[in-house]
């Protein structure tokens, strides 16, 4: 697998770890040589050059590797790993990139994982290596037959609702295995179930159940995850049925917390996707939020 990195990315990376560095002076020197290269491009590449080497010098790439030896499926599955500079915190995950170019070729050869990320991050010692190790797993999980990802439609709010949903399931179980590995603590378990316990209608009882079926039991696929996020409701037959006061008549999942009453604004909202929904209509707090949370009623 080759690992590349935009040059930008290295450069500020390079840079906010020098700062304060007893390196610093060298690093000074070997850059201000190059100030005095006339010609522009020239002195361009010989910055790149000098911010590669300085990159690996300080050891910035380190705990990438480290992290690689533990989910060697993607060494053998994808042929680039590459690096660039996200805009923002919220935007930094690793995707997989399949493209659709030379299907002749093996797959390998077609499939690169871009990891955004911000330059900081590759100074911030253990916070790196658990963003490393959460978005690695969760790319080995796709590339894993046995889990065996499939990409599901989005077309309505019930499957905004569903992919949500889904995705925390997932997220549950990825927390699951970093925490039986030692790289996650009972701080993040807890949040974990917070966020679980806030997407799924479940009674305390339940939710505990099911929480920990997930986050403990070590095998779980996308079939398995995507039934429950779907289906909920049949994972608890045999339970007290009479738990749920009705379902959602938007999303139809099964509910405890039905809302019935709206703000006009909201009303307008979801008349847009719903036509004939009137006030008195009952449906569930994620709806409600879901609606609430966008802007204008287009
Ligand atoms: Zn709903």
């Not at 690996?56 to 053998?76: C, D, H, M, S, Y």
């Not at 916070?127 to 894993?144: C, G, P, V």
Request: charged letters at 30%; one cysteine or more; glycine letters at 4%.
């Amino acid at each position: 697998m080759k690992i590349e990195y935009q040059p930008q990315l290295v450069e500020e990376a390079v840079l906010r770890k020098i700062s304060g560095n007893p390196e610093g002076k060298q690093f000074r020197k070997e850059r201000d040589k190059i100030y005095e290269i006339d010609d522009k491009e020239t002195r361009e590449s010989d910055f790149v050059k000098l911010n590669q080497n300085w990159f690996q010098r300080l050891g910035l790439a380190n705990a990438i590797f480290e992290v690689l030896k533990n989910f060697p499926i993607l060494e053998t599955s994808v042929a680039r790993l590459v690096f660039f500079k996200s805009s923002s915190p919220k935007k930094q995950s690793a995707e997989l990139f399949v493209s659709k170019e030379g299907l002749n070729v093996n797959v390998k050869e077609r499939q690169s994982i871009l990891v955004s990320i911000l330059p900081e991050l590759f100074c911030e010692g253990e916070k790196f290596l658990k963003f490393l190790r959460f978005e690695f797993l969760h790319i080995a999980d796709i590339l894993d037959l046995d889990f065996g990802y499939k990409l599901e439609p989005q077309k309505d709010v019930y499957d905004y609702l569903f992919q949500q949903r889904y995705t925390i399931l997932w997220n549950t179980t990825i927390n699951g295995r970093l925490y039986a590995k030692g790289w996650a603590f009972e701080q993040e378990r807890a949040q974990n179930y917070l966020i679980f316990k806030e997407a799924f209608p479940l009674e305390d009882s339940d939710a505990k159940k099911f929480f920990n079926y997930f986050f403990f039991g070590n095998s779980h696929n996308h079939d398995e995850l995507s039934l429950f996020a779907k289906k909920t409701e049949n994972w608890i037959v045999g339970s007290k049925q009479q738990t749920h006061k009705g379902k959602c008549k938007l999303c139809s999942f099964p509910t405890f917390k039905l809302i019935s009453e709206f703000p006009e604004s909201l009303l307008g909202k979801i008349r847009k996707d719903f036509e004939d929904f009137e006030q008195g209509t009952q449906i569930c707090q994620q709806c409600f939020d879901l609606y609430d949370s966008r802007n204008t009623v287009n």
